[in-house]
Nanobody, 125 residues
Framework: VQLQASGGGLVQAGGYLRLSCAAS????????MGWFRQAPGKEREFVAS????????NYADSVKGRFTISRDNAKNTVYLQMNSLKPEDTAVYYC???????????????????WGQGTLVTVSS
């Protein structure tokens, strides 16, 4: 499975970005997808996840109401729309593909078996 994340960049606080993650190598529509992030000097943390069908989502409290995860199974792509960005959102963002076919929406790294290369998001104050 290959995951290619894109869409990161530099944005001012209050701005927005949309990250994309294109997947290949297996039936994309059968697996949950997630986004994680790692800020400088911190451990990687969960951001959002979405069920294989798109019917349910999970969000970290820190991004709830500002970020939206979605997927287009026809395009084998998952998105993360990030609005009202804050300086504390600065991090490398990673997309991840779930391990369990037709599974739920894990919040733990252990629920994911494949990771993209990361895309850097920098929010200036």
């Amino acid at each position: 499975v290959q995951l290619q994340a894109s869409g990161g960049g530099l944005v001012q606080a209050g701005g927005y970005l949309r990250l994309s993650c294109a997947a290949s190598g297996r039936t994309f529509s059968n697996y949950a997808m997630g986004w994680f992030r790692q800020a400088p000097g911190k451990e990687r943390e969960f951001v959002a996840s979405i069920r294989w069908s798109g019917s349910s989502t999970n969000y970290a409290d820190s991004v709830k109401g500002r970020f939206t995860i979605s997927r287009d199974n026809a395009k084998n792509t998952v998105y993360l729309q990030m609005n009202s960005l804050k300086p504390e959102d600065t991090a490398v963002y990673y997309c991840a593909a779930g391990l369990t076919r037709l599974g739920t929406t894990p919040r733990e790294e252990g629920g994911y078996g494949y990771w993209g290369q990361g895309t850097l998001v920098t929010v200036s104050s």
